[in-house]
């Protein structure tokens, strides 16, 4: 068993937070707008009907972070959930704590009642991938579009 822990992050934690999130989108090449940023997860530390932070931490020190949200959609019976983001600091990766910290967001979800549980990965990121598909995630015969409004 991994010595990853894991925690809900409360409102005090939003400058810990705020570092690994800038890291995490320009790896993956998202825009950061940091004021927009910082209201929107202000108000998500706040307020758990929308999701939740988690920070994972080995040694007590912060090794990533990981973002659940929650939905609703028939299709899985009622409450879902969204891996909005998985991040691992660069000197934690490929040690095995990438499953360990989607093993802590799995069970954060079967414990707020979510059926499902989805998540997005850029198709040349095979190592998520890889780790992803290990771990029961796949495919579904549909195709994720997003517009901004």
Known sequence: M???????????DLETILPPMRDFNAHEQIKFHEPTI????????A?????LVALFELKG??????????GYDLEYGGSDSFITELYLLPGMRGRGLGKAALGHLQALAAAHGAKAIHLGVRPE????????????FGDVPRRYMTKEI
């Open 38 to 45: 910082r209201a929107a997860l202000t108000r998500l530390l």
């Open 125 to 136: 990121n095979t190592a998520a991938m890889k780790l992803y598909l290990a771990e029961g």
């Open 2 to 12: 991994s010595a990853l822990q894991c925690r809900v992050a409360a409102p005090a």
């Open 47 to 51: 307020d758990r009907a929308l999701g």
């Open 61 to 70: 020190s912060l090794a990533g972070y990981g973002v659940l949200t929650w």
